[in-house]
């Protein structure tokens, strides 16, 4: 188990302590009441019945306390809301038992008596299943609520000997029912990890091109979307570059297509050491065509890395099936600053366009489209607003460039 998995068992775990032992919060209160009321222990007891009462009003405060902040107590620390989850378990256990142990050994008590074993059972029972998650807690508890009095019986009440063997055979069973539980539990819990982990993969399954390892269309048109709605708000240049590999047809049709699948896989192994910022974007776009999507990069840059990604490929020898491939590449890059009633295409449809000339005027080349403003919005007449060049960004890149 790998400690990501782990630390996300310990959170799940401490959230189901939490909620699973809520029943726990009135029990205490209510089972010393009806045994109080019962017997009218509070009339021969009164001192005895009534410390009770604020011993558990107390414990359970501070229960309810821990309910409502301990999400917030395991993000600050998860060591101290531990520590604080077993003191209110502790600290009612340890008053209960007290009582339990009173009530065998102490004077008058004989008619309280076997309430106090029946709910002790009871709370013994509702424990075993709230804490089954962690055996620790719920052995201590076992531990600490009946073998203090199974102790008080053989040291002062002998003749109570039966009652003794009762509760060592509660003892066992309450364990087995322990065991199974947190079995259960645990086993639903790598079960319900496995289901998510599965279901992860096929997410990732779902965003990556199968024969090239990058991102596929689909995912990459859902990423344009939440970049071009980021853009737009931040007012953020977004830019694309629009890749097809030259003559790919004739690859396929002289050498076949898994000369050409492993071209292609070649081509995204230089994409993938091309862009290595955790923002940027590649992705088969379909067939033999590629995207690259550049947040807040300047087209100036965008046009230098097609340049350095065109003549990376051009220089790269693929080996296929006893064939040695090298082909080149055509490259067209765009940028716009987004605009909100502008659709996200129409950053594709300028990076195509600029594609489209770089494989007119020759192929294996790199040319770009000079508009970086804004992408233009329609009135609400419906005319259609003209876009500008802007001559003094298209000189300082083809400065750049040469």
Known sequence: MT????AQFHERLMRDLAERSIPGIPAYIAAWSVIVFATGFHHTHTAVAYAAWI???????????YQFTYQRLYRFSAALNYGFFLITVLIPVSLWSALFIYCIVGPETADIRMLMVMATAGLCSGAMTSFAPDRKIAITYLMLIILPACVSIIVFKREESPLFYL???????????????????WSALENEAALAQKTRQLEDISKIDALTGIYNRRHFNQILE??????????????LIMMDIDHFKHINDSYGH??????????????KGSFKRCTD????????????????TPLADAIVLAERLRKAIASNTVKSRKTTLRATVSLGVAGCVPAHRTPPEHLISLADKALYVAKTAGRNQVRWNDQPQPAP??????TKKESVPCPEVFAQITAVVE
């Open 3 to 6: 400690p990501i998995l782990k």
């Open 55 to 65: 011993g558990f009003f107390f414990v359970s405060a501070l229960r309810l306390i």
């Open 167 to 185: 509760m060592i055979t509660y003892i066992g069973f309450t364990l087995l029912q322990l065991a199974r539980g947190s079995r259960e539990y």
């Open 226 to 239: 939440l970049e071009w709605k980021r853009g737009s708000r931040e007012k953020r240049l977004l830019t």
């Open 258 to 271: 898994l000369t050409g699948d492993d071209y292609l896989k070649s081509v995204a192994t230089t994409l």
């Open 281 to 296: 974007v590649i992705a088969r776009y379909g067939g033999e065509e590629f995207a690259i999507l550049l947040p807040a």
């Open 377 to 382: 919005i329609d009135p609400p007449d419906g």
